[in-house]
């Protein structure tokens, strides 16, 4: 009998291990496609500049070249624009951590009258359109002398990334029983003792996540600094990259290399934080 059952069960479960199967080769080609782009991103940027015009393609460069990255790198403004990027982004991420974390805390554990109505708008901002706000948040910036400024981008990029920020370090918060912050403040730790040993590292992992979206948006962002800044010498370095496609044409090469250029800042970001994020779920594990 055992041995009958065992039998009848496996055309089930060869039938079972289809579903799986085919997903396993979905996963596949989606994978293919999205990392194409890159492939030849970084497979053009190492390509002679008669044959990325060549009309039959290539996918493996021959000869190898390294000068699409000299160019790139010998182009007026690039270190300037890094420079630029850098400073918009790293007060852009700091600022919306800790102006968010301060919000999602107020929003997570303290009632107040139109939380709920708060709660909705911040959804209802991350709806509207970014190109719908360029022209009215120009204007706006204009009145106080803020265009052409990195100040102003800066304060356009925290008004659309922080609505965002709020909303998941809100979900992290509410996830963190307020008991543990009470025990910690009877075991003799002050308010500001147990939100930072006890409740900080919990949440740890909220914070990363959230910073690397608020990194990505303030690193990758064009519209708002092509429109808001028009010295070449304040222009972040997504504006500088747009400066390779003239109207003459476009300079593929250079434009592939410093495209992977301005990528590392990103990667290695992501890779510093990545460990982060590991040891921020390590930390708020609870000890027996």
Do not use: C
Not at 183 to 191: L, N, V, W
Not at 265 to 284: D, K
């Amino acid at each position: 009998m055992a041995g009958t059952y065992r039998r009848s069960r496996l055309p089930g479960g060869v039938m079972g291990s289809r579903p799986s199967w085919i997903a396993n080769v979905v996963g596949v080609v989606v994978l293919v496609v999205m990392a194409f782009p890159i492939y030849w991103m970084v497979v053009t940027a190492f390509k002679p500049k008669r044959e990325i015009i060549s009309p039959t393609p290539s996918f493996i460069p021959s000869p190898f070249t390294l000068d699409n990255f000299t160019k790139a790198l010998d182009r007026e403004y690039f270190w300037s624009s890094i420079g630029n990027s850098l400073i918009v982004t790293v007060a852009v991420v700091l600022l919306s951590i800790v102006v968010g974390l301060l919000a999602a805390l107020a929003v997570a554990w303290m009632p107040f009258r139109g939380r709920g109505n708060y709660i909705v708008a911040i959804i209802l901002v991350q709806m509207i359109p970014l190109t719908a706000l360029v022209i009215p948040v120009y204007l706006m910036l204009n009145q106080v002398h803020l265009t052409d400024a990195l100040v102003g981008v800066i304060i356009t990029y925290l008004a659309f990334v922080l609505p965002f920020t709020i909303w998941t370090l809100r979900g992290f918060i509410s996830g963190v029983p307020r008991e543990i912050e009470e025990a910690a403040i009877i075991d003799g730790a002050t308010r500001f003792q147990a939100f930072r040993l006890v409740i900080l590292p919990l949440i740890a992992p909220g914070l990363v996540a959230t910073s690397v979206f608020a990194f990505i948006q303030a690193w990758n962002e064009y519209i708002l600094a092509y429109v808001l800044l028009s010295s070449q010498s304040k222009q972040t370095v997504t504006v500088w990259l747009a400066g390779f496609t003239t109207s003459r044409g476009t300079d593929w090469g250079p434009l592939m290399a410093a495209s992977i250029l301005v990528a590392i800042p990103v990667v290695v970001f992501f890779v510093i934080v990545q460990g982060r994020l590991a040891s921020g779920l390590t930390a708020g594990a609870v000890k027996g």
